[in-house]
């Protein structure tokens, strides 16, 4: 998608039922880690590093927060409003699915706030109750902390935005980079409700909705690359080994490499290698991968290598010592065969005006006030919304604040930005 909006630096957001997951892209790269807990516990709605199964693959750096769509809020002994971990799921559901559930969800908060739609979700297929939504809030979070059900719900939201900030801070500012030079891409069935709030936050200067949000990572697992990681571990300071002992041991891991992408059924034309090495300072327990060029390794290429690893771990913790010797923990080789790319291409004109109707929406900054309620489906590549506003899909909702504007492109992503003026 990247590529396609001529976006190479990128924040993604992830909001759905029960999580929040975000994660970074880097002139057009995603960021790899092997350093991974699963099952691990939480506090304020942030994974505790240390708590849970240490897997050492590579995966994608994400973070995740429990903070969905379904995050049920709930009053602790100390009387301090909470959000979540606990979940209501598909069943029961938020109050307001009328499913059974009873404690109140960041869906029923977003639903008294006027950001839903008040009789039903899915383009009409999901009855929804309002009321009921109200009543919970007020008797579950109002009552206990002496406030009414729209305060009760700002609160909620205020708890899960400052959560799922963390997780874009985690991914942004403790790596290293500023995300204010990026461009948050916000899908799932929640993610567009909350990203102006989470890019304000964090100053990102726009928003990227594409089409299908909630579909968005289902989309992308189906046009992902065939990928294997393949790994060598040596462990020994870098000046200690030769170029070429690096290089050949690479090369034994391109060789598996090739067998399975050919194994795989792909042209050997759309075979990748990318080498890589995992590199720390002596005495440390925690490593940083480092890429290394293609072609020959060489001795200047382990010279390279090391500068490399240097500049990375100052972005990454703000300094270097280029005096301390450099570990060699682990060589990587990374195995790609290309797919089709998938792309989103030109989408026909909409038919009639896109406004369908309109109604009363609360906002920090402004309290409550009247929103035109726009279909998604009827926007076209010359519509521009501003703010407050709210587009409705059927997998989806965004919320265009006060301060924003919005427009959409032929092929269906909408772009929110701050107001200049503002």
């Known amino acids: 998608m990247g590529f396609q909006i001529n976006e190479p630096n990128l924040i993604s957001f992830d909001m759905g039922g029960t999580t929040a997951k975000a994660s970074l892209i880097r002139d057009g790269e995603i960021e790899i880690t092997a350093e991974y807990e699963v099952g691990g516990s939480g506090s304020q709605n942030r994974w505790v590093t240390g708590t849970g199964h240490p897997i050492r693959v590579p995966v994608i750096d994400l973070a995740e927060v429990s903070a969905g769509g379904g995050s049920i809020a709930w009053v602790d002994p100390a009387g301090s409003l909470r959000v979540g971990p606990g979940s209501a799921g598909a069943e029961p559901g938020p109050v307001c699915y009328g499913q059974g559930g009873t404690e109140p969800t960041v869906t ?26 109200a009543r919970a809030l007020e008797v579950k ?56 709030a989470l890019a ?19 989309l992308g697992l189906v046009g992902t690359d065939v990928r294997r990681d393949y790994a060598r571990t040596l462990y020994q300071p870098l000046s200690d080994l030769e170029a070429r002992d690096i290089s050949a041991v690479w090369s034994e891991l391109i060789t598996e490499g090739k067998n399975m992408l ?3 059924g792909i042209p050997a034309s759309r075979w ?54 450099v570990h060699l923990v682990t060589l990587r080789l990374t195995a790609v065969g290309k797919l089709d790319r998938l792309e ?10 896109s406004e369908k109707s309109r109604r009363s929406a609360w906002f920090s900054d402004v309290g409550t ?3 035109a309620v726009h279909d ?30 919005a427009s959409n492109d032929h092929r269906g992503f909408i772009t929110m930005e701050r107001h200049h003026n503002e």
């Not at 009414?148 to 985690?170: C, F, H, P, S």
């Open 272 to 325: 990748q290698f990318h080498r890589s090495a995992d590199l720390r300072y002596t005495r440390q327990a925690y490593e940083l991968n480092v890429t290394a060029d293609e072609g020959e390794f060489t001795t200047t290429a382990k010279d390279q290598l090391a500068d490399r690893f240097h500049a990375r771990h100052k972005q990454t913790y703000g300094h270097q010592n280029p005096n301390e010797p």
């Open 344 to 353: 989103i291409t030109h989408r026909p004109d909409p038919i009639g005006n």
């Open 369 to 371: 006030v009247e929103c």
């Open 141 to 196: 979070i109002g009552n206990p902390m002496n406030m009414d059900a729209q305060t009760a719900a700002a609160a909620i939201r205020e708890i899960v935005n400052n959560g799922m900030a963390e997780a874009l801070r985690i991914v942004s500012i403790e790596r290293g980079h500023d995300p204010r030079e990026f461009c948050l891409v916000a899908f799932g069935g929640a993610g567009p409700l909350h990203a102006a």
């Open 200 to 218: 304000e936050e964090l100053e990102i200067p726009r928003v990227i909705v594409p089409p299908i949000p909630g579909g968005f990572s289902a």
């Open 108 to 133: 029923d908060a977003n639903l008294v706030l006027g950001y839903l739609d008040a009789n039903s979700l899915l383009d009409g297929d999901l009855p929804i109750d309002y009321n009921r939504a």
């Open 262 to 264: 050919k194994e795989s």
């Open 376 to 405: 998604r489906s009827r926007l076209d590549a010359t519509s521009r919304l501003t703010g407050p506003a709210i587009v409705e899909s059927l997998d989806s909702t965004l919320v265009i604040p006060p301060g924003w504007s």
